[in-house]
């Protein structure tokens, strides 16, 4: 009797200990972003697939950080082939979108362009992807330490809380860092720019100057009589 | 107890795994990522790929040969790592110097039957920072509860966000001095080049004046 007491708490423990990091694996896929930067050669499209499920929501935000013009043509189609938005030689752009199960494709195109290649960044930020999944289900084996449970659920929430504003400090300084890094990239080329036609403008002058009055003493070195 | 547990592990990792963003790539086309990150911080890609099969017309699981070929460059574009994977693969580096890596995957086919009609389907992750830390592993070394585990991760995110923000004040110092060093350079330029075209008009004149006086026509 007392024997099967104590394994009946022992296996209890053990459940609820195991379970700990089952909930741990389970709350990791809540919400999910993933960002890349790329280069988008001239007169290319490029285009990127995300599968997605019923009801989640997709946010897609892109920004072109470097090359000529600073602007991309972009395109988001859903798994029907629709072409749901369609920005042409935009330089930033965010669109949120609530899916349907099947893979979003999302195209860069850079054709209009024949020297610039093209610095690209994009976000993408998905929501609400498991949504089979119940979050109250780690309860079911949490088994004794009743007091403590309603104490740790209030801090948990508190937790959780905090995670998903730093979660949204994570996102906001992912975008400003993209902008940072194409007002860099523009003043990179203005400095190369100016450097660089500044000496062009300094050969020019002195050239000119040079041919100008090479032009008009040639003008009198010939064997031709100058009235006087 | 354990097969139980053995299986929703597997199937949490199979849908994450499947939600990952893919594209196509070419047999000789080399994709290239760029990721700007601070010093000290791990990244870990992981790519899965997967070949058209033209008599299912569908994706299946690529051939066992067909592996790829992964090069990461510094920002200072030095190689770190160069290396050729299988048909799934997993890398990881560290950053030693702030700034812009370059990771570049390209196909390591030299068959041409392996394409034929077509394309590769390489779906890829790449975490970076915090990210990369496998909780599951570090809750059961430190045998941590599922509080203090939480309050780890929030711990190492707050670190790798000031990791970042101190990498931006660096980032940004640089970038106010390449403004300043332009805004200057076009300033005395703009000087240089007005003085430069009125030295040469009264060259021009004085040169002329004297060359026309020489040929006696003034």
């Known amino acids: ?228 | 107890m354990l097969s139980v547990s053995a299986a929703l592990l597997l199937t949490l990792a199979w849908v994450h795994q499947a939600q990952t963003l893919y594209f196509h790539i070419g047999e000789t086309e080399k994709k290239c990522f760029i990721e700007e990150i601070p010093d000290e911080t791990m990244v870990i890609g992981k790519y899965r790929t997967q070949l058209w099969d033209k008599q299912s017309g569908s994706f299946l699981p690529s051939t066992p040969g067909l592996g790829m070929h992964v090069e990461i460059k510094d920002p200072d574009t030095k190689i770190i790592l160069s290396r050729q994977y299988g048909s799934d693969g997993r890398f990881t580096f560290t950053s030693h110097t702030p700034g812009e890596h370059q990771i570049c995957l390209h196909s390591n086919s030299t068959k041409m039957a392996l394409f034929a009609g077509g394309k590769l389907r390489v779906h890829l992750d790449i975490q970076v920072g915090e990210h990369t830390n496998n909780y599951p592993e570090i809750a059961a070394k430190d045998k941590l509860t599922e509080l203090q585990l939480r309050v780890r991760q929030l711990l190492d995110q707050v670190e790798q966000i000031q990791k970042e923000q101190n990498y931006q004040r660096y980032r940004e110092e640089r970038f106010r001095m390449t403004s300043e060093s332009t805004n200057q350079r076009v300033l005395w330029w703009s000087i240089a080049q007005t003085l430069i075209l009125i030295v040469t008009g009264i060259w021009q004149m004085k040169h002329l004046k004297s060359f026309f006086e020489a040929k006696k026509l003034v």
């Open chain 1, 1 to 228: 009797m007392e024997v099967s007491w104590v394994i009946l708490r022992v296996l209890s423990v053990f459940v609820a200990l195991f379970s700990d990091r089952l909930v741990v694996l389970a709350r990791f896929s809540q919400s999910m972003d993933s960002d890349f930067t790329f280069t988008l050669p001239p007169g290319r499209r490029e285009c990127f697939y995300q599968t997605m499920k019923k009801d989640a929501s997709l946010e897609i935000e892109y920004q072109v950080l470097d090359g000529a013009g600073l602007d991309v043509d972009f395109s988001i189609s859903s798994p029907s082939g629709q072409v749901l938005y369609s920005d042409y030689r935009k330089s930033d752009g965010v669109h949120t979108i609530e899916t349907e199960d099947g893979d979003y494709m999302l195209c860069f195109d850079n054709t209009f362009s024949s020297v610039s290649e093209k610095l690209i960044f994009f976000e993408l930020i998905l929501d609400n992807m498991d949504t089979d999944e119940d979050p109250d289900d780690w309860k079911e084996y949490v088994h004794g330490t009743d007091i403590l449970d309603m104490k740790l659920e209030d801090i948990m929430d508190a937790i959780n809380n905090v995670k998903a504003r730093l979660g949204k400090s994570v996102q906001i300084q992912t975008v400003l860092r993209a902008f940072e890094a194409r007002d860099r990239n523009l003043q990179e080329s203005n400095f190369d720019r100016v450097n660089f036609w500044s000496v062009i403008n300094l050969i020019v002058m002195m050239l000119v100057s040079g041919v100008q009055v090479y032009l008009v003493r040639s003008l009198f070195d010939d064997k031709r009589k100058i009235r006087t």
